[in-house]
């Protein structure tokens, strides 16, 4: 029997359950693809049906096992559901990876409360509702599992230019990751997050084509020692470590994805 241990097993993923939230596009349609690609049988979910429907559609037609859910993570009575039809469709879920979220460009000063309480219910809100959800099944099966938490570099250092209420939503993420590696240990359960810089998704690729952009992306490459954007597989091959069994004795910890962005003082200086 191959122990399941061995060097060439550490990065296998077969028989496991993912589930990805926010997985249309972007960080999370790389991060099904990946850990399909390494033997999951994979559930995303998106709140963009047609999106997401797209996405499955490419996923199959690579011959990995995908399904799709739609639904808003961010809503209890939604997340109970689509966990219940998941667990019931495909099995007792072993990874789940919380990516769903969205931005806020709006100064301090002039932010809404709608908008606050918008992005700390899609940001930090689902984060919650999908990881006590998954647990509490894991739990109930008696079998360890694997979350990860997509965070960014602004949970850990200020953004300014309006993000105040997506860092702050960030960096409740940060701290619910590490009360809940603590908390669920003992079942078995490993909570990690990986912090993104800025990543090169088709959207940002178009803004930067703006002079605002190429201003904007000239400043943030300063602040990246290696000297570029991430890109999507970036994060998603981070992931992909953090839910095998590569990281087993890893819980509780923020990965910074980021080119050296928080390792640079902000005087300090590339060579």
């Not at 006590?132 to 300014?160: D, E, F, P, Q, W």
């Not at 839910?243 to 890893?250: F, G, L, R």
């Amino acid at each position: 029997m191959t122990n399941p241990r061995s060097p060439a097993r550490l990065h296998d993923l077969s028989g496991s359950v993912c589930v990805v939230t926010g997985a249309a596009a972007g960080i999370g349609f790389a991060t099904a693809r990946l850990l399909g690609l390494h033997g999951a049988t994979v559930a995303i979910i998106d709140v963009r049906e047609k999106e997401m429907r797209e996405a499955v559609d490419v996923l199959q037609a690579e011959n990995l096992a995908v399904r799709g859910w739609v639904g808003d993570v961010s809503e209890e009575k939604t997340v109970e559901t689509i966990v219940e039809g998941i667990s019931a469709e495909i099995g007792v879920i072993d990874v789940l990876v919380n990516n769903a979220g969205v931005g806020c460009h709006i100064l301090p000063e002039t932010l809404e409360v709608a908008d606050w309480r918008r992005v700390l219910d899609v940001n930090l809100t689902s984060t919650f509702l999908m990881s006590r959800a998954v647990a509490r099944r894991l739990m109930k099966a008696r079998r360890g599992g694997r979350i990860v938490n997509v965070s960014s570099i602004a949970a850990s250092a200020a953004l300014g230019r309006g993000n105040m209420c997506y860092s702050v939503a960030k960096a409740g993420v940060n701290q619910m990751t590490r009360e809940l590696a603590v908390e669920w240990a003992g079942a078995g359960i490993r909570v990690n997050a990986v912090q993104p810089c800025q990543v090169r998704t088709p959207s940002f690729v178009g803004f930067v084509e703006t002079p605002e952009g190429q201003e904007l992306l000239a400043r943030m490459l300063r602040g990246i020692p290696l000297g570029r954007l991430a890109e999507a597989d970036d994060i998603a091959a981070a992931i992909h470590f953090l839910v095998s069994e590569a990281s087993s004795m890893i819980t509780g910890v923020m990965l910074p994805v980021d080119g050296g962005n928080l390792s640079l003082n902000a005087g300090g200086t590339p060579r």
